[in-house]
């Protein structure tokens, strides 16, 4: 029953029609002026405009304050209805009691959380540190390169035929930071594919200018991407030549270069999937601390709420509509009976791929729930600190700090001169 109540309070429910106080007014009832008193007290919110007013009409919604100088004055409005009261009425004072209660509700500060938003952003955070801890692999595995580079030592290098070489498919090892001799000979075939692809497109371009139907600009692009291919292959010839006759310094050199560029995009990938942990861990408390309007500032964004709760149930559709349609994938076995009466079973060879489509549907649900769980509570702080707090004072409190600092900065340049 005292939840029910609450939930009339969040949603402007009144028991009865505001109008009727209006109606209540009579020329010549002892009365008068105390309904008349009521009935302002029930306009004092912003939500009523003046028309409304004077036509006597205003739903139960907007009746609640928005203020708190709007529930000071529905209070001032209900003192001086009651003071104006000639001939007890039962029905005057039951509308007192509620309005009296929504003063009181509206006063209080109450708690807006939503739970399923908090659970989304928890699974966040820990999906978020799984990631983190990979990407720590990521980290040691590049720190792990540039010990191999360091431990490197002269081994003879196998000097390739560019030409032969740029003809043939090319090997990529897994860790080209093995050994000098893996990294030089996996250089050279590197610059053979940049080789034969720049002769690629110097060929192409040369057929395209040579082509009397293509117009000037096709053709003078042509001629600007030729020079490019050109200088492109030149560049390749020389690092060939200059990798066939490195010295072991040299290779440690450019190897570091690369690898310490590797680790240091490693170290940045994991800094900030872990700022982004530290912030959505942080946010959940302020979330919390964001979502205790008082009951005047609920009505602030009643109308908001609805469409956030639209984007909240679309999103909870969407990811149980992948979730269920990744329990609903079965696997198919193929059954045999054999004469002996025995059975066997085994997969129809679709098994594989039906057991990664379950894995990657349930993934994409819970990242969905996740993303909207986020945006929500992101959104809901921002304003939740905007609306339900008052930040006069510490503004004013921060002006007056910059202030003092200013001139006591001032003062010291003075005394400096």
Partial sequence: MKEEKKQQKEEGYLSFDP????????????????????WEATCVSSHINDADKAAGHTEDENVYPTTAAEVDAMETLVNQ???ALKEPNAEFSERVKELRNIIEWSRKRHWKLNWRVILGVVITVIILAIIVDGKEGDVLKSQKKIDQIEKWEMAEIAKFNLDSLSQTNFY???DKFVSAKVWNEQEQRLTAWEYRTATAEIEYNKNTIADKTIDRETRKEAKKNLKKAEKKQEACLEKFAELQDMSLKKMKKLALVEAEANLDEAKSAKTVVWLWNIFFLLLIPVYIFAARPYGYTISRYRREADNLGKIEKIGLWLSGGLMAAGAGIGFVDIVTKWSDGSVTREDDGTGAARLALKVFLFV?????????SCLLMLYATITGLIRNYDWSEVKKKAVIAGETAKAKYDEMRSEQK
């Fill in 19 to 38: 109008e009727e106080l209006k109606n209540a007014t009579q020329e010549g009832d002892p009365n008068d002026e105390a309904y008349e008193l009521l």
């Fill in 172 to 174: 990529f090892p897994d």
């Fill in 364 to 372: 994409a649900a819970v990242l969905v729930f996740c993303a909207v």
């Fill in 81 to 83: 209805a009651e003071a």
